[in-house]
């Protein structure tokens, strides 16, 4: 076979051409080889190239030596040689290449390098240090930078200020958007439990880049929310100038959205001479200074008619007792005897009468007809246990009793064995009575109707539960002591009754010793610091000042009784 | 008349660890500065409880991101020889003591309060930096010395260029010795491995399992050649042989003799030659272990304090921006 060997010392340097022309060329150290390559690491007898036997004129190639020959950089024992193969023999490379006509193969011979720049070459080509190995401090850290750069500022900036864009200020129609947007990674807590909602919508509340959240921004939503006071003047002044929603409001810092300590509050009120006005009182703190509770109770117009509501501390007389106008001893009706009822003996407990009211704080107002009634029957007379009088409306109740007397007169067939004849005798139907015995009858009547009418307003019925004036005659008919109307004794605050359902009614109200309905019967305030502490306290309930006060939710000076119009009135206690 | 000025630099022996620097004056900086960071933590008692944005909250958060920003500095300062700002080793001292201050004082800033976000996410980078610097410290106090042993005064590169040298040397012989042991010498001096990725690197090479055999089986087979060629040597004359052919056979035992010594010769020396370069390759390997031990924390300290640094303004501004 016909090889062609350019021999070149370096690749692309000039090369000397000759052909090798044997049956088998054969490659390696020793001087009897077709071609020597004289390199200690090369065999004596390295390699055969040989024309192939399953290609026709292919060549192929034969290791001589288990070494093999590194064909394209793997040692093989043998290859069909094709152009571009790279075989190598210690710092020889041989090339194959395109054979020109009338010959098998066409081969470039070069030195991979000289023999004494081995070593040189051979350490360069070694990884010793990790630089050499792993990507370079410098970029990877740059290319760290840049990701969280552009991961956790430029994209959520963009999507916010797009956010900002595309929708308009807060209101209560809002929808926030269903899929968080990447600003969500700013968020730097979870929302408050009211806002929860508001999580994937970051522009709902932050509306200008750069700047806290605005007080027009939760009007939004809050519209009806009141100032802490109605005086607009004082608003505009110290301490309220400057503060913000968001001075209280402290938002991404967990469920609760109300501060988690008094101080916000007592930073004023410690010293209200300071900020506010003369007319508050100085409330360092809940536990040791807030002053008892202030009542607000009934008391009789001097005049008679009436009533007026003074505020009374706990501990001074005066708060000791209210005028209700009603005659109720707590203790009779709660005997755990029972109390008499028509049909017997009859236990009362407080929800027999005090109903809570639908939100569940308060109760509803006692009315004669629901809870009374059933045992206090308005009945004036054993023979006809029916027929019951009308409540709250004296003057009918004498129209009623004279009525039902002059009709039983003079219809004849009263049971009475003491009434006159006339009275008695059962009459014919269509029957009238000549003029002398009807003014008998009549007169029977009177009398019968005085005697009941007496009975209902000065020993029974009126008068267990109502203060009657009167002697029934003309000059004094009988007249019935006002009940004052129901107003609420606190009002600072409204008391949460249903979270308070757990303990007996009896443990802050004393009613079971109560005798008489002017008694108050409202807790005082070490009642509740037996189990309310200040905030952060070790043992009681750690408890804000709006656990009792709302800031926004009411005007106090309109609640103020001193400033009530008459005629605003909440709903009247007893009787309606 | 000049008298000299006392000198303000702190005269340490060159020796002496970046960690003493200074009779550990950073190290007491730092327990200052926690010890502090820690009594104005529990002093305060804001209304919202512990948090980034409270008075407190933007201090320590200042004095973090000042931390951070001059922690990162070092890279620049170490790199300006001509710096007379403080001693490097004053430098790294500081470095170290600081960079673990910052865990308290970025603890207190946060409030222990922690999420899915990048205001986390930075203090994680930060942890991450800060336990990668801490490994930095451990390997700085520990392989340096190990290094030194191990060199014993000699280079790496001379080291390798033995290799080389010791490779071609024993290829020399082995050609001598005929074309089995040639094969497997030039097959072992291809199958040396110095170095190489970052695993061979950290670990030591791995030699593929065929080349192992290849090697320990070389060994092996020289030694049994040794031996007997050895044993022909000591076998010595045959006592029964007749005296008429004792002149022809003594002439050929002694020809054969020479060869065989000289045979003996060459195999001990290429088992020397073989024994002598695998040694110094497993200690050339040894060395860059070492060294890849050294340095591989970098690899994680310096990109992560890169992305610390752009989670930190991430955070920044995002605060701000929310404010």
């Known amino acids: 076979m016909r090889v062609r060997l350019k021999t070149s010392p370096r690749s692309g340097a000039p090369a000397t051409e000759r052909v090798l022309d044997a049956p088998v060329i054969r490659i390696g150290r020793g001087t009897d080889q077709t071609l020597v390559l004289a390199d200690l690491r090369v065999a004596l007898a390295h390699a055969e190239l040989s024309p192939s036997t399953s290609r026709p004129s292919g060549v192929r190639l034969e290791a001589k030596t288990r070494l093999g020959v590194y064909v394209n950089g793997s040692p093989q024992l043998s290859a069909e040689l094709s152009p571009g193969d790279v075989l190598d023999f210690g710092r020889f490379r041989l090339t194959v290449g395109k054979p020109t006509p009338g010959e098998d193969l066409s081969l470039t011979l070069t030195e991979r390098y000289a023999e004494h720049d081995e070593t040189a070459v051979r350490k360069v080509q070694l990884r010793t240090r990790l630089s050499q190995v792993a990507w370079s401090r410098r970029s990877m850290a740059w290319v760290l930078f840049g990701l969280i750069l552009i991961g956790g500022l430029i994209v959520p900036a963009v999507t916010h200020l797009h956010a900002i864009e595309r929708t308009q200020t807060v209101s209560r129609d809002r929808i926030p958007p269903d899929k968080p947007a990447a600003d969500l990674i700013w968020n730097s807590g979870p929302l408050s439990a009211a806002h929860h909602a508001l999580t994937t919508d970051c522009a709902a509340c932050h509306r200008k880049p750069f700047e806290a959240v605005r007080d027009d921004t939760c009007r939004g939503c809050h519209t009806a929310l009141k100032e802490h006071a109605s005086d607009h003047a004082r608003l505009a002044a110290p301490p309220f100038a400057g503060w913000r929603c968001t001075d209280c409001h402290r938002e991404h810092n967990g469920p609760a959205l109300i501060p988690a300590a008094n101080r916000i509050c007592t930073d004023c009120h410690r010293d209200p001479q300071q900020t506010a006005h003369g007319t508050l009182e100085a409330v360092p703190d809940w536990s040791r200074h807030h002053p008892p509770f202030r009542l607000q109770l009934s008391r009789r117009n001097p005049t008679g008619t009436g009533f007026h509501w003074i505020e009374a501390r706990q501990g001074t007389p005066e708060a000791l007792h209210e005028d209700t106008g009603l005659k109720y001893p707590h203790d009779v009706h709660l005997d755990p005897q029972g109390i008499d009822a028509p049909g017997g003996k009859r236990v009362l407990v407080c929800a027999d009468c005090h109903t809570p009211t639908a939100d569940g704080t308060s109760f509803q107002p006692i009315a004669m007809a629901t809870h009374c009634a059933a045992c206090h029957r308005l009945d004036f007379d054993p023979a006809a246990p029916d027929r019951e009088l009308p409540h709250g409306k004296p003057a009918e109740v004498v129209q009623v009793v004279r009525d039902y007397y002059a009709r039983v007169a003079l219809a004849g067939g009263a049971p009475w064995p003491d009434a006159p004849a006339v009275v008695r005798q059962v009459r014919r139907p269509g029957e009238t009575l000549p003029p002398a015995q009807a003014r008998a009858a009549l007169a029977w009547a009177d009398a019968r109707a005085a005697i009941a009418l007496r009975d209902v307003f000065e020993r029974r019925t009126c008068f267990y539960c109502h203060t009657v004036t009167g002697d029934g005659s003309a000059e004094h008919p009988w007249t019935i002591a006002a009940v004052a109307p129901n107003r609420p004794a606190y009002t600072r605050t409204v008391f949460p009754h249903d979270q308070h359902r757990t303990v007996p009614c009896t443990s802050c109200h004393a009613v079971e010793t109560s005798q008489h309905a002017q008694d108050v019967v409202l807790p005082d305030i070490q009642r509740c610091r037996d189990c309310h502490g200040d905030t952060g306290a070790l043992k009681e309930t750690p408890s804000t000042c709006q656990s009792c006060h709302d800031y926004h939710a009411v005007d106090w000076e309109r609640v103020d009784s001193r400033t009530l119009p008459p005629a605003a009135q909440s709903t009247a206690r007893g009787m309606p | ?323």
């Open chain 2, 1 to 323: 008349m000049r008298t000299a000025a006392p000198s303000k630099r702190i005269d340490e022996p060159i020796h002496s660890g970046f960690l003493q620097y200074a009779g550990y004056r950073w190290a007491k900086l730092a327990i200052l500065l926690c010890a502090l960071s820690i009594a104005a933590y529990l002093w305060h008692d804001p209304v919202d409880g512990p948090n980034g944005g409270t008075w407190l909250g933007y201090t320590l958060g200042t004095l973090g991101a000042v931390l951070i920003l001059w922690l990162t500095w070092l890279g620049v300062r170490k790199r300006r020889y001509h710096s007379r700002l403080g001693s490097v080793k004053g430098w790294t001292s500081a470095h170290v003591y600081l960079g673990l201050a910052l865990v308290v004082i970025a603890t207190l800033h946060c409030g222990f309060q922690f999420g899915w976000n990048i205001h986390t996410a930075a203090y994680a980078l930060m942890m991450a930096v800060i336990a990668s610097g801490l490994y930095g410290v451990v390997v700085y106090t520990r392989l340096p010395s190990a290094i030194t042993r191990l060199r014993d005064g000699s280079q790496r590169e001379a080291w390798i260029d033995e290799v080389f040298e010791l490779n071609a040397q024993a290829i020399r012989i082995a050609d001598l010795l005929g074309p089995e042991v040639h094969r497997k010498i030039v097959r072992s001096a291809e199958n040396i491995r110095i170095g190489g990725g970052l695993r061979a690197q950290l670990y030591g090479p791995k030699t593929p399992k065929t080349a192992a055999d290849a090697d320990a089986g070389i060994t092996e087979f020289l030694t049994e050649r040794l031996d007997a060629v050895k044993a022909r040597l000591t076998k010595g004359f045959d006592p029964n042989a007749t005296a008429q052919n004792t002149v022809m056979f003594m002439a050929g035992q002694l020809v054969a003799a020479g060869k065989d010594e000289k045979e003996a010769q060459r195999l001990q020396q290429l088992l020397d030659v073989l024994s002598r370069r695998n040694a110094l390759i497993a200690r050339i390997n040894r060395d860059i272990a070492l060294h890849a031990r050294l340095q591989v924390w970098l690899l994680i300290h310096v990109p992560l304090s890169f992305g610390l640094l752009a989670a930190l303004v991430a955070h920044i501004v995002s605060v701000f921006f929310y404010w």
